[in-house]
């Protein structure tokens, strides 16, 4: 099939498409190198990996490794979260320690401790709104949104239903305090660069 034709099935399509079957259609069309997709309430959504994000990304995932093992830090794997048709790769994981892959090869929501995601502008709305639901509704205990636009991070504990009943702001250059939640450590952001 041609990507082209492939469009027109799923457009003519009666029956409800699966979220297997979207990305499996999404990994035949040619995505541009550097660019993670993600499928957030049935839409497709492409993002570039600029350099402020990665570094951001990097950063995370290096201080969680001082403390937790390779197999548990993640990032850009897919995770099916609750809702319409959610598969996300989030920037950053970190999964339980007891954590297993299901039948399909995938990580299961119920595993995921801590979820950090970098804004871009182009799916911001999406990270402060319907992922921040998912999250929230897989109870997901800790999520981090680092803005560099804002030069802030966004830190929200304690899911409620589909949000999360605290949320606190810590400006780029202090510190996050994860101590007294299951990350148990504290993120350095004096290293995090803005746009």
């Given at each position: 099939?041609?990507?082209?034709?492939?469009?027109?099935?799923?457009?003519?399509?009666?029956?409800?498409?699966?979220?297997?079957?979207?990305?499996?259609?999404?990994?035949?069309?040619?995505?541009?190198?550097?660019?993670?997709?993600?499928?957030?309430?049935?839409?497709?959504?492409?993002?570039?990996?600029?350099?402020?994000?990665?570094?951001?990304?990097?950063?995370?995932?290096?201080?969680?490794?001082?403390?937790?093992?390779?197999?548990?830090?993640?990032?850009?794997?897919?995770?099916?979260?609750?809702?319409?048709?959610?598969?996300?790769?989030?920037?950053?994981?970190?999964?339980?320690?007891?954590?297993?892959?299901?039948?399909?090869?995938?990580?299961?929501?119920?595993?995921?401790?801590?979820?950090?995601?970098?804004?871009?502008?182009?799916?911001?709305?999406?990270?402060?709104?319907?992922?921040?639901?998912?999250?929230?509704?897989?109870?997901?205990?800790?999520?981090?949104?680092?803005?560099?636009?804002?030069?802030?991070?966004?830190?929200?504990?304690?899911?409620?239903?589909?949000?999360?009943?605290?949320?606190?702001?810590?400006?780029?250059?202090?510190?996050?305090?994860?101590?007294?939640?299951?990350?148990?450590?504290?993120?350095?952001?004096?290293?995090f660069p803005t746009d």
């Amino acid at each position: 099939m041609t990507v082209l034709e492939d469009r027109i099935a799923m457009a003519q399509s009666d029956d409800e498409i699966t979220l297997d079957e979207l990305f499996e259609r999404i990994e035949k069309m040619p995505a541009p190198e550097g660019y993670k997709v993600e499928i957030v309430e049935g839409t497709v959504f492409m993002a570039p990996q600029r350099d402020t994000h990665w570094e951001i990304i990097a950063d995370i995932y290096e201080q969680l490794r001082t403390k937790y093992p390779r197999k548990r830090v993640k990032s850009d794997v897919r995770v099916d979260y609750p809702g319409h048709l959610n598969g996300f790769a989030s920037d950053v994981t970190l999964m339980a320690e007891e954590a297993v892959k299901n039948g399909k090869g995938l990580w299961s929501y119920q595993d995921v401790e801590f979820v950090a995601e970098v804004i871009s502008r182009g799916t911001a709305a999406n990270d402060y709104g319907l992922k921040k639901s998912a999250y929230a509704q897989a109870e997901v205990a800790v999520y981090l949104v680092a803005d560099p636009y804002q030069r802030r991070c966004h830190v929200y504990t304690n899911p409620k239903g589909d949000d999360y009943a605290t949320e606190t702001k810590v400006g780029f250059g202090d510190d996050v305090d994860l101590t007294a939640t299951v990350v148990g450590l504290t993120l350095k952001t004096a290293e995090f660069p803005t746009d």
